[in-house]
């Protein structure tokens, strides 16, 4: 996980926020949660049920928060983050208002952004990053399962859907849909150079 924080965007005039992507750790739990519970129950109201909805994002208990910080912190997780202070870190005056999560395989499992700020980027921002997390551990795939209100975002970012499914959550059952994209595996520098020595070692006995 990366150790510190970076700029998503270049920096803006004095009363605008500078958008920060930096790694999730365990003081930003609530401020995360508040975002995903947010997220559903406020932007995928014409998409799914109250019940359904109170389903898939209940209110926050300690319990609930002990599964969640074992969620993210076993997996890459990135938190986005408004501030109007160019020296603001973790903590201070940060409102956090994305996050997003990849698993070592390859799978994102979660991205969700506060609804106050939709639209503006920040799922782009978070989603790019992660893909690139995802080529740079050498996988050439990356999978999801997208919401009926997630997919059309997944579609624009070249995801195509393979299985349309019924996941259950606490007793109702929810249309999603397990999606994937083809990306490019990075090379490793140890790969970089094996091939380079391996072209060279080619060269020199074609002479």
């Known amino acids: ?74 997996e890459y997780t ?22 997003g999560a990849i698993t070592s395989t390859g799978h994102l ?9 939709q639209g503006n980027g920040i799922g782009y921002e978070l989603y790019h990053s992660l893909e690139s997390v995802c080529a740079r551990d050498q996988h050439d795939h990356i999978t999801t399962e997208a919401s009926l209100t997630a997919k059309p975002f997944f579609l624009k970012q070249g995801f195509t859907v393979d299985e349309e499914q019924q996941a259950e959550r606490r007793g109702q059952k ?11 595996a990075k090379q490793s520098l140890a790969q970089a150079l094996a091939a380079a020595m391996a072209a060279a070692s080619a060269e020199k006995g074609k002479q």
């Open 1 to 74: 996980m990366a150790s510190r924080h970076h700029a998503a965007r270049n920096r803006t005039p004095k009363d605008e926020p500078t958008v920060l992507l930096l790694p999730y750790n365990q003081h930003l739990l609530r401020a995360v949660y508040d975002v995903f519970y947010r997220a559903v129950h406020e932007s995928c109201t014409q998409d799914y049920t109250p019940e359904q909805l109170e389903a898939w994002a209940p209110p926050f208990t300690p319990q609930l928060g002990e599964a969640w910080q074992q969620r993210l912190e076993s």
């Open 78 to 99: 990135l938190v986005a983050g408004l501030s109007f202070d160019a020296k603001d870190d973790v903590g201070g005056s940060l409102q956090v208002v994305g996050f």
């Open 109 to 117: 499992d979660m991205l969700y952004v506060a609804p106050q700020v």
């Open 174 to 184: 929810l249309t999603n849909f397990k999606m994937s994209k083809k990306i490019q």
